[in-house]
């Protein structure tokens, strides 16, 4: 792989591509023994015909099957490519194999193949040619480039078919000897692995010592590589020959050290299970070999995981700007007129040209392309455009590369999705390899964007779909602030079933609400709206909060879901300052009291909703002094894989102790820092301060009697005269009182209740009863009728007036503003 770099002089100049490519494969040598020589030819096709993928089929140890024996750039799955074709099918590989002759498959084609079901995308063409005559095998290619490949990539391809050697099948470890000094041998199905001397002093363990279990070398590695590692040793993940992969072992002195790996996955035979094999060599001594194509190829591998946006313009700073020592790498979308810059690396703003400073709208600048013609010409040829040091350009992209500058517009789907700005503060020379290496970067960056553009509208999709079942906003509470956080799970894309409400009630009474249904689909998001809505709705009626629960639990199992929910309900009184707790399966609340201290809450709670059909729900008294914090979370935010409950728990009360809850906001967002993200978490923290003024309430049972208007008058004279309101306003509650006990009588059965509140110069007359039905407004009455004025003179007569459901009947209400 070094040859290509050392060799830049000797293929550089002006000739043209097959040229080039002829002297870098000349520069590789003829002998096939050389270890890692097909690989190394097959990454010139990367570079000079400006493939995607490039892999060698032959037939492996049964004629009838081609296998993949050797390949480089981005992994064939991206692709629907296998690992091996019937070589009497019909696939592209098949037919240059039989036939001898070359296949160039453009979209169109690929469409109407047989493998097209396989295709995640269609955006691409590809190649396959024949190695030498019918029989002996062929070389694939893939390219995402408009036009598939032109004539200049064609000869290309040519020549690096020449220089392929086929290799012989590899024969099953213990067949052919022992392994090279660097090689291992990895059994699939058993995770017995054979091992080189040399890997096993890279790792400290001597030949006697090491017991031939892939754990006893993984057990070595940093925990950060693990994941990447074990993405190559687990068979449904591997990928033949998709790419380099570097990592770290810890050294017994505690120092990392860098080991590159490469393997490609042996196809199980008669007789010897699937294989992984391949060598270990230590990176530190082959980082001055780390040749262009390799860059390409680990830029193509952190964009083949990039999930958003963000992600890819992280992996194009990582890959390019520290090999190129570059100063400046700027990322940006190109949406109708407009950069939208994505990165910028350095992020300072005076580390940028004036132009890009006054455009600095919010994260990073948002400059128009009329502003720069000369990168508006770039774009629109759409190709890489490169200026030395001194060229004349227009200040805005001249203070961005005045020691050199490169313009990569980013194709993608047929268009320029976007640029990527390299500049050098010092004089920079620009080699032919480094131009490849830069157009390669520039097409696998483009299909990234599109990619992650996909990724992140459905991510926003799922995000909007999710706000639109939560409270848009939280209600004014007297006596009380309340803040609420959601944070989307970002494993996946799929919608989260967690929530929470705020509900106020009659009396000063606040439901706080929060839940989660089991599963992360739009099943569980459905069910977690209708969950909500049910709370609700129970908790207006004036149920006990064990009866809500209750009921919520009966509603569930009356819905034949497969799913359950956990749910924990507090209603507080905020006049009094205390509040009934009843859990369904969830995580218990967490108190702050003022003193600073916290704790967890351990209130007796009932099953999860829709397990249990005669489930109990009991309730749990706390007190509230002002300044009491109450937090209630989802398990998202307290357990994990590599986190108990019980701990995640303590966490969570230590640092609500800790935090100041003068800013209830600023505590929220501090207690989400620290959540994994591996589930949807809500969070819903109250403060009690106490109600400033406590509103004077008085109640009265109606017993029906002949003269049960004329007590429920008199008791409501001797009411408002203690609370010192005025006659005028005396005389107009007398009449609302008569009017509402009245209908209540005539027109209910039951029990009758007459509430009288004072709060806030708001006196407020209601009148329970046990019938659901609510009073009609007539909207007309005749001179005849002897009945239906009374809900018009209340309407007169009152600022307002309305009804609400209560424990399965009614109140009706009517609110009056005193004189004075």
């Known amino acids: 792989m070094a040859n290509v770099v050392r060799d830049g002089a000797a293929v550089g100049g002006t000739r043209t591509g097959p040229e080039r490519a002829e002297a870098a494969l000349d520069a590789l040598g003829v002998s096939p023994d050389t270890p890692d020589r097909l690989h190394q030819v097959l990454e010139q096709a990367l570079v000079f015909a400006g493939a995607a993928f490039a892999g060698v089929y032959t037939p492996g140890d049964d004629p009838a099957e081609l296998c993949l024996v050797e390949s480089a750039g981005l992994p064939r799955t991206l692709y629907g490519l296998r690992d091996g074709y019937p070589a009497a099918g019909g696939s592209p590989v098949a037919e240059a194999h039989r036939s001898g002759r070359p296949q160039w498959l453009g ?33 694939l290619a893939v390219s995402e480039r408009p036009g598939g490949f032109g004539d200049d990539e064609r000869a290309c391809l040519d020549l690096i078919v020449r220089a392929v050697a086929v290799p012989v099948p590899a024969a099953a470890p213990g067949e052919a000897g022992e392994l090279p000094e660097d090689a291992f041998s990895l059994a699939m199905d058993t995770g017995r692995v054979e091992v080189g001397d040399a890997i096993l002093r890279l790792f400290g363990i001597g030949r006697d010592d090491f017991d031939g279990r892939v754990e006893t070398l993984l057990a070595q590695a940093v925990p950060e590589d693990l994941p990447a590692l074990m993405s190559v040793v687990e068979a449904d993940h591997m990928t033949i020959g998709d790419r380099e992969l570097e990592f770290r072992i810890l050294q017994p002195s505690g120092e990392p050290l860098w080991l590159r790996l490469r393997g490609r996955l042996l196809p199980a035979g008669e007789g010897h299970p699937a294989r992984l094999v391949g060598t270990v060599a230590d990176a530190s001594s082959l980082r001055s070999d780390v040749t262009d194509v390799a860059r390409v190829q680990r830029l193509a591998a952190a964009l083949a995981t990039a999930g958003t946006v963000d992600d890819v313009g992280r992996a194009v700073v990582a890959a390019l700007r520290e090999p190129l020592q570059a100063d400046r790498i700027a990322l940006a979308e190109l949406e109708n007129d407009r950069l939208v810059v994505t ?148 494993a996946g894309l799929e919608v989260g079933g967690d929530w929470y409400d705020v509900i106020p009630l009659a009396d000063n009474h606040v439901a706080f609400v929060i839940g989660d249904v089991q599963g992360h689909n739009a099943g569980a998001a459905t069910l977690m709206g209708q ?290």
């Open 107 to 139: 979209p169109e084609q690929l469409a109407d193949g047989p493998e097209a079901r396989r295709t995640p995308f269609r955006d691409f063409s590809v190649a396959a040619l024949p190695l030498g005559p019918a029989g002996a095998g062929a070389l």
């Open 343 to 490: 990165v910028l690396d350095p992020p300072e703003p005076e580390a940028w040209p004036e132009l890009w400073r006054t455009e600095w709208r919010t994260e990073w600048p948002d400059a128009p392309v009329r502003a720069m013609p000369t990168l508006a010409a770039a774009l629109r040829e759409g190709r890489a455009r490169i200026w030395p040091a001194g060229s004349t350009l227009e200040p805005a992209l001249a203070g961005v590369g005045p020691g050199g500058l490169a313009v990569l517009p980013l194709p993608a789907g047929g268009r320029v999705a976007g640029a990527c700005l390299i500049g050098w503060e010092a004089p920079h020379e620009f080699g032919p390899d480094e131009r490849a290496l830069l157009t390669a970067c520039a097409g696998l960056t483009g299909q990234a964007l599109l990619r992650a553009h996909a990724f992140d509208a459905e991510h926003e999709l799922v995000g909007m779909l999710q706000r639109t079942l939560l409270p848009r906003r939280l209600p004014r509470l007297p006596g009380a602030v309340a803040v609420a956080r959601y944070l989307p799970t970002t």
């Open 531 to 820: 969950m909500r809505t049910a709370l609700r709705a129970y908790a207006a009626e004036g149920h006990a909060p064990d009866v809500v629960v209750s009921h919520a639990n009966r509603l569930l199992l009356e819905m034949e879901t497969d799913l359950f929910a956990t749910c924990a309900y507090v209603d507080v009184d905020m006049e009094e300052g205390t509040a009934w707790c009843v859990r369904a399966g969830h995580v218990e609340p967490v108190l702050r009291h003022p003193d600073g201290s916290a704790e967890i809450v351990h209130a007796e709670g009932g099953p999860p909703l829709g397990v249990v059909g005669q489930a109990e729900f009991p309730m749990t008294p706390l007190r509230l002094q002002p300044g009491t914090v109450i937090a209630l979370t989802t398990d998202g935010l307290v357990e994990s894989a590599d986190t108990d409950l019980d701990e995640g728990m303590q966490r969570l009360a230590r640092e609500l102790s800790a935090a100041d809850p003068a800013h209830l906001g600023q505590v929220a967002d501090a207690l989400l820092s620290g959540a994994r993200r591996t589930d949807d978490v809500a969070l819903l923290l109250m403060r009690y301060d106490g109600m400033a003024v406590r509103p004077l309430r008085e109640s009265w049972t109606v017993w029906r009697l002949p003269e049960a208007v004329g007590h429920a008058r008199r008791f409501t004279r001797r009411t408002l005269r203690a609370w010192g309101v005025s006659p005028d306003t005396m005389d107009t509650a007398l009449l609302v009182v008569s009017e509402l006990v009245t209908n209540a009588l005539v027109h209910t059965d039951g029990q009758v209740r007459l509430d009288l509140s004072l709060i806030n110069h708001r006196l407020r007359l209601s009148v329970a009863d046990a019938s659901p039905r609510s009073p009609v407004k007539p909207t007309s009455i005749g001179w005849e009728a002897t009945g239906g004025r009374g809900i018009l003179l209340v309407e007169a007569v009152s600022v307002a007036w309305g009804t609400v459901p209560v424990s399965g009947g009614k109140q009706v209400w009517a609110d009056l503003v005193p004189d004075g």
